[in-house]
């Protein structure tokens, strides 16, 4: 089992910056490829960005390319969202997730396909 715990959520004005942050704790956390996925009142699950387990190669919604960069300290058991330029619409509850499933190489932008799930932290955007 891998426990998933976000922080770093927060209000912020359009146009700010928040860095959330996903510790992991449970079996060998490069083994599995990370994502975080948002989801706003009344909306579905959205994907919105994500990493393999080596850190080496990310993926990104096309809503968030060039504001939003995925990392990963696997020393440190930790995955970052770095959310810039920050819009209202990005307003929702972020969560972390985490699949090995499909292999670590993989990202998929399908919620189902991943197997630990953090708990959330919200971002609020102020216009």
């Known amino acids: 089992q891998v426990q998933l715990v976000e922080s770093g959520g927060g209000l912020v004005q359009a146009g700010g910056s928040l860095r959330l942050s996903c510790a992991a704790s449970?079996?060998?956390?490069?083994?599995?490829?990370k994502a975080w996925f948002r989801q706003a009142p009344g909306e579905g699950q959205e994907f919105v960005a994500g990493?393999?387990?080596?850190?080496?190669?990310?993926r990104y919604a096309d809503a968030v390319k060039g504001r939003f960069t995925v990392s990963r300290d696997n020393a440190k058991n930790t995955v970052y969202l770095q959310l810039n330029s920050l819009k209202p619409e990005d307003a929702a509850v972020y969560y972390c997730?985490?699949?090995?499933?499909?292999?670590?190489?993989?990202?998929?932008?399908?919620?189902?396909?991943?197997?630990?799930w953090g708990q959330g932290t919200q971002v609020t955007v102020s216009s």
């Open positions: 449970g079996r060998t956390f490069t083994n599995y490829a």
């Open positions: 997730a985490g699949q090995s499933r499909l292999g670590s190489a993989i990202i998929s932008d399908r919620g189902y396909e991943y197997d630990f």
């Open positions: 990493i393999v387990g080596s850190g080496g190669r990310s």
